[in-house]
């Protein structure tokens, strides 16, 4: 936009001489002096933050599995320069057209006022003009693409920006993914997604083509999914039945005995049956299904996660969120998703590493947000929760004093029990938890339940 600027600043004072030539040429001279310090910045910024944005991708593949592989090795830093050489060559391509259509316009306006100086009939104030005006209504920098898109200086370069950042984050999100082992990734979702994405939402992506019964990350491609500005991205999906499957076929143990977290109800079957009067049956199936996969992110990573639901079919309408061990920090898109959504729209799901209710942060978010119509918990012995609004009008304030008033009044019995060694710590938060939410809810006219509780 800088350059933009400069370039049309000389023109139009080329232009105030009048049909003088060699300050004209001048002005050509100066325009090329912008555009090779454009051209200098356009290689910083290359090599500066296509490497950053690959480096971060890459370490939020290894917080999605879990571990790192502590290098940076030759294929890293190869797809990193053929991202940021192919970034440069495009906004390269843009430096050539602009030097291109200035020497156009040198040529069309000095032929322009030769030719309406012979003729007569127009003065070079008036041709200077026209050509202002021309030059304010599509400035010097437009051009056509190869599909016929027409883009200026400023637009061309926020689409190259942002979507080269977002292939950066692509494909080091990919190969690291591919270096720990991994060929699957789930496509995010989001409100307003365009036609070609919306198909693509959710779905599950094979990076390499060689896990069968799944589409793969190219095909999607073909189809316009991380298209120009597209906003779409993706993260680690863990196909459970099929790693199990495989481990048992080369003899090995899936389970650990001596891990409380392998318990047979920490894995339970999508069908689960949730005893929730107020979802509907459409709903429940999905919603099942995403609070497996919240327990599987879980117990791969001993952290949070939340996954957003639509309340009436149980499919995401948002990405999943990766938090760490006791939260989950929602971001400004999902804020924003959620003020905007429709009144006791989605239900939210999330994990509980210490398999305790739904906590005070978590009561105080449902509050905030007319949009949440209740939220899940699973906890990673298997236990599952919900609560959920009626028809009565919450407030933060409400929820909150009341969570108070109860945690206060139960906390010395549950304290007491574990000094007596009657109840671990964990086992007295779990059961602590859970009696608070049951007096609360029936105190505020709260949808409480509890069950699959070993």
Known sequence: MEAEREILLQIDRAMARGNDLRYLRSMLDNVQVILEDLLTGNRQWCEEAIPRVYIEA?????????????????????????????TFNRLESVRQVIGRRAEDWYRQYALETTRQSIIGYKTWKQVAAEYRDKLRAHGITGF???????WNMKTYAEMVARTTTMEAHLTGTANRLLEHGHDLVKVSSHAGSC???????GKI??????????????????????HPNCRHAYSLYIDL???????????????????????GKAQQDIGSSIPVESISAAAKQGIAKAMSEALAHGLRTDTECLLTIDASTGQPVYEQ??????YVQFPAALIEFLRRADRGSVVLVHNHPSNSSLSSADLGTMAGYDSIKGMFVVGHDGTKYYVGKKDTQLTVEAVLQRYEKFARQYYDEY?????????????????????VLESLAEELDLEYRRWDTP
């Open 58 to 86: 890459a370490k939020f593949a290894d917080e999605m599995v879990g571990k790192a592989t502590g290098g940076f090795g030759a294929i890293h830093q190869q797809a990193v320069q053929v991202l940021a050489e192919n």
């Open 144 to 150: 056509t693409d190869s599909r016929g898109r027409e």
């Open 195 to 201: 036609e070609k994405c919306a198909p693509w939402q």
């Open 205 to 226: 992506l094979s990076l390499t083509g060689r896990t069968p019964g799944y589409p793969t990350l190219e095909e999607a491609r073909a189809e316009g999914l991380f």
């Open 241 to 263: 039945d099929s790693e199990i499957e495989a481990l048992e076929r080369k003899g090995v143990s899936v389970r650990d005995d001596n891990d409380p977290r392998a318990d």
């Open 321 to 326: 969120v990766n938090g760490a061990a006791n």
């Open 415 to 435: 304290y007491r029990l574990v000094k007596a060694k009657r109840m671990t710590p964990e086992q007295a938060s779990k059961e602590f938890s859970h009696r």
